[in-house]
Protein backbone atom coordinates (compact mmCIF):
# COMPACT_ATOMS: atom_id res chain seq x y z
CA UNK A 1 0.00 0.00 0.00
CA UNK A 2 1.52 3.45 -1.49
CA UNK A 3 1.63 6.26 1.13
CA UNK A 4 -1.11 8.27 -0.69
CA UNK A 5 -3.51 5.83 -0.48
CA UNK A 6 -2.92 5.15 3.24
CA UNK A 7 -3.27 9.34 3.66
CA UNK A 8 -6.32 9.51 1.97
CA UNK A 9 -7.46 6.17 4.06
CA UNK A 10 -6.56 7.90 7.29
CA UNK A 11 -7.60 11.62 6.16
CA UNK A 12 -11.29 9.97 5.27
CA UNK A 13 -11.31 7.96 8.47
CA UNK A 14 -10.99 11.25 10.34
CA UNK A 15 -14.30 12.53 8.52
CA UNK A 16 -15.94 9.62 9.38
CA UNK A 17 -14.99 9.71 12.90
CA UNK A 18 -15.87 13.14 13.52
CA UNK A 19 -19.42 12.88 11.63
CA UNK A 20 -20.17 9.61 13.62
CA UNK A 21 -18.46 11.14 17.04
CA UNK A 22 -16.42 8.25 17.71
CA UNK A 23 -12.58 7.76 18.43
CA UNK A 24 -10.77 6.96 14.24
CA UNK A 25 -9.21 4.62 16.13
CA UNK A 26 -12.71 2.55 16.00
CA UNK A 27 -12.94 2.60 12.36
CA UNK A 28 -11.36 -0.21 10.50
CA UNK A 29 -11.42 -0.38 6.69
CA UNK A 30 -14.47 -3.07 6.72
CA UNK A 31 -15.88 -1.66 10.04
CA UNK A 32 -19.58 -1.62 9.26
CA UNK A 33 -20.75 2.10 9.51
CA UNK A 34 -24.62 1.41 9.79
CA UNK A 35 -24.28 -2.22 11.87
CA UNK A 36 -21.01 -1.33 13.99
CA UNK A 37 -20.88 2.44 13.95
CA UNK A 38 -24.85 3.06 14.21
CA UNK A 39 -24.82 5.26 10.98
CA UNK A 40 -28.23 6.32 9.51
CA UNK A 41 -29.24 7.78 6.59
CA UNK A 42 -28.09 11.45 7.43
CA UNK A 43 -24.87 10.79 8.91
CA UNK A 44 -24.02 9.09 5.62
CA UNK A 45 -24.91 11.87 3.91
CA UNK A 46 -22.95 14.25 6.02
CA UNK A 47 -19.68 12.04 4.97
CA UNK A 48 -20.57 12.61 1.61
CA UNK A 49 -20.75 16.31 2.23
CA UNK A 50 -17.98 16.24 3.77
CA UNK A 51 -15.90 14.60 1.35
CA UNK A 52 -16.99 16.40 -1.47
CA UNK A 53 -16.42 19.57 0.28
CA UNK A 54 -12.63 18.60 1.00
CA UNK A 55 -11.44 17.13 -1.73
CA UNK A 56 -13.21 19.24 -4.33
CA UNK A 57 -14.95 16.39 -5.99
CA UNK A 58 -18.75 15.46 -6.78
CA UNK A 59 -19.76 12.43 -6.36
CA UNK A 60 -23.40 11.01 -7.05
CA UNK A 61 -25.92 10.15 -4.44
CA UNK A 62 -26.65 6.69 -6.34
CA UNK A 63 -23.10 6.17 -4.94
CA UNK A 64 -24.19 5.74 -1.05
CA UNK A 65 -25.54 2.33 -0.79
CA UNK A 66 -21.91 1.51 -2.32
CA UNK A 67 -20.36 3.72 0.87
CA UNK A 68 -20.57 0.80 3.72
CA UNK A 69 -17.26 1.16 5.38
CA UNK A 70 -13.83 3.26 5.04
CA UNK A 71 -12.39 0.90 2.63
CA UNK A 72 -15.57 0.95 -0.20
CA UNK A 73 -15.65 5.24 0.87
CA UNK A 74 -12.60 5.31 -0.32
CA UNK A 75 -12.95 3.09 -3.59
CA UNK A 76 -15.97 5.68 -4.29
CA UNK A 77 -14.00 8.73 -3.90
CA UNK A 78 -11.16 7.48 -5.42
CA UNK A 79 -12.91 6.66 -8.93
CA UNK A 80 -14.88 10.29 -8.77
CA UNK A 81 -11.55 11.82 -7.78
CA UNK A 82 -9.44 10.11 -10.10
CA UNK A 83 -6.89 8.95 -7.57
CA UNK A 84 -4.64 5.86 -8.59
CA UNK A 85 -6.07 2.83 -7.70
CA UNK B 1 -35.66 42.94 -0.26
CA UNK B 2 -38.55 40.10 0.44
CA UNK B 3 -41.63 40.74 2.65
CA UNK B 4 -43.70 38.50 4.42
CA UNK B 5 -45.89 37.66 1.49
CA UNK B 6 -43.09 37.08 -1.04
CA UNK B 7 -41.69 34.75 1.77
CA UNK B 8 -44.85 32.71 1.66
CA UNK B 9 -44.55 32.15 -1.62
CA UNK B 10 -41.71 30.72 -0.89
CA UNK B 11 -41.71 28.67 2.07
CA UNK B 12 -44.72 26.09 3.26
CA UNK B 13 -44.75 27.48 6.38
CA UNK B 14 -47.72 29.77 7.71
CA UNK B 15 -47.85 31.52 11.27
CA UNK B 16 -47.66 30.78 13.90
CA UNK B 17 -44.66 28.92 13.30
CA UNK B 18 -43.51 30.86 10.36
CA UNK B 19 -40.76 32.08 12.06
CA UNK B 20 -39.06 34.73 9.66
CA UNK B 21 -40.73 38.52 9.25
CA UNK B 22 -38.33 39.61 6.31
CA UNK B 23 -35.04 38.95 3.94
CA UNK B 24 -32.77 41.70 4.36
CA UNK B 25 -29.94 40.33 2.09
CA UNK B 26 -29.72 37.70 -0.38
CA UNK B 27 -26.60 36.08 -2.44
CA UNK B 28 -27.79 33.04 -4.74
CA UNK B 29 -26.21 30.21 -3.48
CA UNK B 30 -24.21 31.92 -0.73
CA UNK B 31 -26.01 33.91 2.10
CA UNK B 32 -29.15 35.68 3.50
CA UNK B 33 -29.74 37.75 6.13
CA UNK B 34 -33.52 37.50 7.56
CA UNK B 35 -34.90 39.10 10.89
CA UNK B 36 -37.14 37.36 13.07
CA UNK B 37 -38.97 40.00 15.52
CA UNK B 38 -40.26 38.29 19.04
CA UNK B 39 -43.27 39.08 20.20
CA UNK B 40 -44.98 38.56 23.93
CA UNK B 41 -48.60 37.38 21.69
CA UNK B 42 -46.54 34.30 20.39
CA UNK B 43 -48.01 31.29 21.20
CA UNK B 44 -45.10 29.90 23.05
CA UNK B 45 -46.00 32.53 25.87
CA UNK B 46 -49.32 31.79 26.26
CA UNK B 47 -50.85 29.70 29.31
CA UNK B 48 -47.67 30.60 31.23
CA UNK B 49 -48.10 31.23 34.95
CA UNK B 50 -48.53 34.68 35.55
CA UNK B 51 -46.02 36.62 36.59
CA UNK B 52 -42.51 34.15 36.04
CA UNK B 53 -39.14 35.61 36.53
CA UNK B 54 -36.97 37.46 34.00
CA UNK B 55 -35.71 34.37 32.32
CA UNK B 56 -39.03 32.30 32.10
CA UNK B 57 -39.61 34.77 28.81
CA UNK B 58 -36.57 33.76 27.09
CA UNK B 59 -37.58 32.58 23.65
CA UNK B 60 -37.05 28.99 23.42
CA UNK B 61 -33.78 27.93 22.09
CA UNK B 62 -35.66 25.09 19.61
CA UNK B 63 -38.04 27.54 17.95
CA UNK B 64 -34.63 29.95 17.57
CA UNK B 65 -33.12 27.25 15.40
CA UNK B 66 -36.04 26.77 13.44
CA UNK B 67 -36.01 30.66 12.87
CA UNK B 68 -32.64 29.98 11.66
CA UNK B 69 -33.34 26.91 9.97
CA UNK B 70 -36.30 28.33 7.86
CA UNK B 71 -34.17 31.35 6.64
CA UNK B 72 -31.31 28.48 5.32
CA UNK B 73 -34.39 26.89 3.59
CA UNK B 74 -35.21 30.31 2.00
CA UNK B 75 -31.48 30.90 0.83
CA UNK B 76 -31.56 27.10 -0.64
CA UNK B 77 -35.31 27.53 -2.18
CA UNK B 78 -34.49 31.07 -3.68
CA UNK B 79 -31.12 30.16 -4.96
CA UNK B 80 -32.53 26.72 -6.71
CA UNK B 81 -35.03 29.18 -8.07
CA UNK B 82 -32.73 31.38 -9.11
CA UNK B 83 -31.14 28.89 -10.92
CA UNK B 84 -34.55 28.04 -12.94
CA UNK B 85 -34.84 24.53 -10.47
CA UNK B 86 -37.08 23.69 -7.72
CA UNK B 87 -36.61 21.40 -5.04
CA UNK B 88 -39.09 18.84 -4.76
CA UNK B 89 -40.58 17.20 -1.53
CA UNK B 90 -41.62 18.12 1.98
CA UNK B 91 -38.87 20.38 3.92
CA UNK B 92 -37.49 18.47 6.80
CA UNK B 93 -34.90 19.94 9.60
CA UNK B 94 -32.79 17.39 10.04
CA UNK B 95 -30.11 18.35 12.24
CA UNK B 96 -28.11 21.29 14.16
CA UNK B 97 -24.82 20.52 15.29
CA UNK B 98 -21.78 22.55 16.71
CA UNK B 99 -24.56 25.62 18.19
CA UNK B 100 -22.97 27.47 20.91
CA UNK B 101 -25.78 29.97 22.39
CA UNK B 102 -24.10 33.08 24.13
CA UNK B 103 -27.16 34.49 25.39
CA UNK B 104 -31.20 34.51 25.69
CA UNK B 105 -33.74 36.60 23.61
CA UNK B 106 -36.76 38.14 24.84
CA UNK B 107 -40.03 39.70 23.51
CA UNK B 108 -39.31 42.88 22.00
CA UNK B 109 -35.78 41.51 20.43
CA UNK B 110 -35.39 41.64 16.78
CA UNK B 111 -33.15 38.17 15.64
CA UNK B 112 -31.50 38.66 12.43
CA UNK B 113 -29.77 35.40 11.18
CA UNK B 114 -26.94 35.77 8.70
CA UNK B 115 -27.04 32.11 6.86
CA UNK B 116 -24.19 30.49 4.50
CA UNK B 117 -24.54 27.92 2.13
CA UNK B 118 -21.90 25.66 3.09
CA UNK B 119 -22.61 22.40 1.09
CA UNK B 120 -25.48 21.12 -1.13
CA UNK B 121 -25.79 17.53 -1.60
CA UNK B 122 -28.72 16.46 -3.59
CA UNK B 123 -32.09 17.34 -1.54
CA UNK B 124 -29.26 17.91 1.44
CA UNK B 125 -28.55 21.51 2.67
CA UNK B 126 -26.05 22.11 4.70
CA UNK B 127 -26.19 25.89 6.12
CA UNK B 128 -23.68 27.38 8.98
CA UNK B 129 -24.06 31.29 10.25
CA UNK B 130 -24.88 33.22 13.00
CA UNK B 131 -27.75 34.66 14.58
CA UNK B 132 -27.50 38.08 16.31
CA UNK B 133 -29.45 40.97 18.46
CA UNK B 134 -27.76 44.21 17.05
CA UNK B 135 -24.17 44.11 17.79
CA UNK B 136 -24.59 41.11 20.25
CA UNK B 137 -24.32 37.65 19.01
CA UNK B 138 -27.39 35.33 20.52
CA UNK B 139 -25.61 32.09 18.90
CA UNK B 140 -23.15 30.39 16.41
CA UNK B 141 -24.68 27.76 14.23
CA UNK B 142 -21.90 25.11 13.36
CA UNK B 143 -23.91 22.82 11.29
CA UNK B 144 -27.45 22.92 10.17
CA UNK B 145 -29.18 20.55 7.85
CA UNK B 146 -32.53 20.92 6.33
CA UNK B 147 -33.50 18.36 3.72
CA UNK B 148 -36.38 17.79 1.34
CA UNK B 149 -38.18 14.14 0.78
CA UNK B 150 -41.02 12.65 -0.97
CA UNK B 151 -43.69 12.79 1.21
CA UNK B 152 -44.51 8.92 0.06
CA UNK B 153 -41.17 8.20 2.48
CA UNK B 154 -42.13 9.75 5.23
CA UNK B 155 -44.45 8.13 7.95
CA UNK B 156 -47.40 9.19 7.46
CA UNK B 157 -49.63 11.33 10.14
CA UNK B 158 -52.89 11.33 10.60
CA UNK B 159 -55.13 14.58 8.75
CA UNK B 160 -53.75 17.51 10.18
CA UNK B 161 -56.20 19.24 11.88
CA UNK B 162 -56.19 23.15 10.26
CA UNK B 163 -54.33 25.34 13.12
CA UNK B 164 -51.53 22.44 13.09
CA UNK B 165 -50.87 22.56 9.31
CA UNK B 166 -47.68 24.69 9.14
CA UNK B 167 -46.25 22.77 11.76
CA UNK B 168 -47.10 19.50 10.08
CA UNK B 169 -46.42 20.42 6.23
CA UNK B 170 -42.95 22.34 6.90
CA UNK B 171 -40.89 21.52 9.49
CA UNK B 172 -37.98 22.76 8.56
Known sequence: MTTAIQQHLDEIREIAAEVLEIEPEEITETSSFAEEHEADSLRAIEILARIEKKYNVEIPQAELPKMVNLRAVYDVVAQHAGWAA | ?172
Open chain 2, 1 to 172: MLELPDIMRILPHRPPILLVDRVLEFVPGERIVTTKTISASEPCYSGLADPLPDAGYAYPTSLLIESFGQSGALLWLCSARHRGESVEGTLIFAQAKECVFDGRAYPGDVLRHEVRMDHLVGSNAFMTGETWIGDRRLATMGSVLAVARDSAELPQAQQPEPATRGLREGAT
